[in-house]
């Protein structure tokens, strides 16, 4: 099994940045995809950027793109978020998951972690 926990979020200012970290240890699979999604108060969870082992397939939602970068540094076990240009409504829980499809659906992910809060004042 895969043992996934996110850090990095926090209070932030509009306009301003936060990087997420999601550590993986357990039964690592080099074939994993690892996706991040978050939840807001009220909202349904949705679908934030994904990435798959060598970094080279990346996803992302359309209002998170050119803002928002995902990356990973394998020999940390770890995926990264860079979220820049922060707007309040980015505020809400982030998880990261891992799967064995690069996809949107949070069906397709077969690990979560506990989450990260990330709050955006304006």
């Known amino acids: 099994q895969v043992q996934l926990v996110e850090s990095g979020g926090g209070l932030v200012q509009a306009g301003g940045s936060l990087r997420l970290s999601c550590a993986a240890s357990g039964r690592i699979f080099s074939n994993l995809f690892t996706g991040w999604f978050r939840q807001a108060p009220g909202k349904e969870r949705e679908f934030v950027a994904a990435?798959?082992?060598?970094?080279?397939?990346?996803n992302f939602a359309d209002s998170m793109k050119g803002r928002f970068t995902i990356s990973r540094d394998n020999a940390k076990n770890t995926v990264y978020l860079q979220m820049n240009s922060l707007k309040p409504e980015d505020t809400a829980v982030y998880y990261c998951a891992a799967g064995p499809l690069l996809s949107s659906w949070s069906q397709s992910y077969n690990y979560w972690g506990q989450g990260t809060q990330v709050v955006v004042s304006s």
């Open positions: 990435i798959n082992w060598s970094g080279d397939r990346t």
